[in-house]
């Protein structure tokens, strides 16, 4: 796994050590576990994938790389048909609070049924915030995000595969909001492709599906023009940019083995802190 701490580690907040063997075991029994709740294949529309299997796997990627906490308040950002929120169920205590919003009512709705009633500290909220492809006809622009939250609401916020649909401008806009719903030491968690020389290089091990040009002068990266949000990455350092202009500190920059490079997960990904 390719990993680049961006801050000496004396200067980033640091959060107690989680137990993996705990976490191993974990994230097996939510494998196993024929009780939680999964939508049918057909109503799943968050990428293709096993999704108790890339639920679990990312249990495993918030916890060790995020460093997420069992009594964290979190927000699921893109929370989807559920897939994450699922393995939170059985690793947030039930005085945690998670709250999961997406512009897909149809998602919200199901989880809403089959996931709230079941544990009560779990909520969704449709946000109708527009996108070419999962709401086209949204009534919020996503330069205006502003979600129906009170600044320095969450302990922890993650957006997965949720920048990976978005325009340049949005992106900012995303990232704005996270800061400002952030309590003072909270993290953001996001997942990424960032064309770095490598990425740009295209390696014959990169996922063919993968294949990224430079849209005019960037920084976003566009696999099917005809559907510029079906993959969009960005220049290598477009992230940074704007995390340290908002002021916020980045401690981790992992990247994914989507390159053709060998990593513990696909896409790339960067870990946030509100410092102050």
């Known amino acids: 796994m390719t990993v680049t701490a961006l801050k000496p580690v004396s200067d980033i907040p640091t959060r ?22 999964e939508p ?7 990428g293709d994938g096993d999704y108790r299997a ?20 979190v927000l699921d950002i893109g929370s989807g048909i559920g897939r994450i929120a699922v393995p939170l169920t059985q690793y947030l205590t039930p005085g945690a609070a998670y709250w999961g919003v997406d512009p897909v009512a149809e998602g919200i709705a199901w989880c809403k049924q089959h996931i709230t009633p079941v544990y009560d500290n779990f909520r969704f909220d449709h946000i109708d915030v527009a996108h070419h492809i999962y709401n086209p006809k949204g009534a919020i622009k996503g330069e205006a995000l502003r979600l129906p939250f009170e600044p320095e609401s969450f302990d922890f916020i993650f957006m997965i595969s949720v920048a990976t649909h978005l325009p340049p401008l949005e992106i900012a806009s995303y990232i704005r909001e996270a800061k400002r719903l952030l309590a003072p030491g909270g993290r953001l968690f996001i997942t990424a492709f960032v064309l770095d020389e490598t990425a740009q290089g ?14 005019k002068d960037g920084p976003a990266w566009l696999v099917d023009r005809t559907a510029p949000l079906s ?18 500190s980045i401690s981790l920059k ?20 509100k410092t102050g």
């Open 16 to 37: 107690p050590d989680f137990d993996e063997q705990r976490l191993a075991w974990l994230t097996q029994s939510v494998l196993a576990n024929r009780f939680l709740p």
């Open 40 to 46: 049918t294949i057909d109503s799943i529309f968050v």
């Open 54 to 73: 890339i639920g679990a796997e990312f249990l495993g990627h918030l916890v060790r790389l995020g460093g997420l906490l069992p009594d964290d308040r």
């Open 202 to 215: 295209a390696l014959p091990q990169r996922d063919p599906r993968l294949a990224f040009k430079r849209e």
């Open 231 to 248: 993959a969009v990455g960005f220049d290598d350092g477009f992230f940074e940019r704007i995390i340290q202009r908002l002021g916020l």
């Open 254 to 273: 992992s990247l994914g083995h989507w390159r053709g490079q060998k990593a513990a997960h696909y896409q790339d990904i960067f870990v946030v802190e």
